[in-house]
């Protein structure tokens, strides 16, 4: 029945784009977001329904529809292509307040990636010096390399472009390529900057894949851009990308990145300091965090702190019986009751949170370094 269910939803999905499309293509914008908007609570649905390892894509796929939906009912087609503040609506920009030591582990990607983003900004380095201005972060999903990059922004005082899927890849602002354009315009006007995008096979596939036009048009501005940083030697503008999926990217992009940093999953000293990040100010009692750490043996540091959330809620669930029946006035003045964790509740969440990534794609990515890497 949940495979039949699955494939009906995943029919609709189609559905719900090739009609967005359609009416897309006919000018109808408010009619094809409403579609776009409906095709992203279907991917939501999905993802709910599917294995760990692929849920996180579906929900990113519903995210990205459903603000393209959005966007597109709300917004005029004019406005889009010629607001003077596009690149600030699409991009988050911001001055990160993460720090190297609010990872847990990673020490050699660390040291490796610290060394590379310092030596552009260090001035009178004689001509033999190298210096590195695009980074490819890749590894299982939910290792921190969306921290890194933070951390890597942080540390040099840098304005932070975390650019989204979802606003990139819109034809709904005009061209997706005219965007990624501004975006680094925007990025060498206000350098310092670190200019980080994620899941960046979806932006750029191979085009052994058979993309289409657009996305097209998309790889061709993303490999100008990168090819201006050779030219441009002064600006202090640096490029990371980051992906899950390091072999989905083209040839061309992929030659284009100076280093390539893999992210892997956190060792057995990396996961005991992830437990005590998110344990800070927990009263463990008779929790042994050794073996905690033992347990989670494949566990990513994202998939680390969904089990610490499970455990902790277990334990609000059973000292607050009720709580999710207050009303706004008896929320003000009630407080919170809690106790020690115990390790029954790190067993039922280790039943209920699973590690993200298999053995087989672990890998995968041990082959993909040795040959690219």
Not at 327 to 342: F, H
Request: net charge negative.
């Amino acid at each position: 029945m949940g495979e039949l269910r699955h494939y009906i939803l995943k029919q609709q999905l189609q559905q719900e784009l090739e009609r967005a499309r359609q009416l897309e293509s006919k000018g109808n914008d408010k009619g094809a977001g409403i579609h776009y908007s409906k095709a992203g609570a279907i991917a939501r649905r999905l993802a709910y329904q599917a294995p760990r390892e692929d849920a996180e894509n579906f929900f990113q796929t519903a995210s990205q529809y459903e603000s393209v939906g959005n966007i597109i009912r709300t917004t005029t087609e004019q406005a889009r292509a010629n607001s003077p503040d596009l690149i600030d609506q699409l991009i988050v920009t911001q001055k990160p307040s993460t720090t190297w030591e609010d990872i847990g582990g990673l020490e050699e990607a660390k040291g490796t990636l610290r060394q590379a983003i310092i030596l552009p900004f260090v001035r009178g380095k004689p001509d033999f010096v190298t210096i590195t201005k695009s980074i490819l972060l890749y590894g299982p999903p939910g290792t921190g390399k969306t921290m890194l990059a933070k951390a890597s922004s942080s540390t040099l005082n840098a304005t932070f472009f975390e650019a989204k899927a979802s606003s990139l890849l819109s034809k709904y602002f005009g061209e997706s390529s005219k965007i990624i354009s501004a975006l680094f315009s925007k990025a060498r006007k206000l350098q310092p900057s670190l200019v980080f995008m994620d899941e960046i096979d979806s932006l750029a596939p191979s085009r052994d894949s058979g993309i289409d036009e657009s996305s097209r048009r998309v790889l061709g501005q993303m490999l100008e851009e990168m090819d201006g940083f050779e030219s441009r030697h002064d600006d202090k503008v640096l490029f990371m990308g980051a992906t899950n999926k390091p072999w989905d990217l083209d040839d061309a992009l992929l030659s284009r990145f100076q280093r390539k940093i893999f992210v892997p999953l956190p060792d057995a000293a990396s996961r005991k300091l992830i437990f005590e990040i998110h344990l800070l100010g927990a009263d463990l009692g008779n929790v042994d965090l050794n073996e905690l750490v033992e347990k989670s043996t494949g566990y990513s540091g994202r998939d680390i702190a969904a089990l610490c959330q499970e455990a902790v809620t277990l334990m609000i669930r059973e000292k607050n019986p009720g709580l999710e029946k207050l009303n706004a006035k008896q929320l003000e003045v009630y407080t919170l009751n809690t106790r020690g964790l115990s390790p029954e509740e790190f067993d039922k969440a280790f039943e209920k949170v699973k590690p993200s990534s298999k053995a087989d794609i672990l890998d995968k990515y041990d082959e993909w370094g040795k040959e690219f890497g």
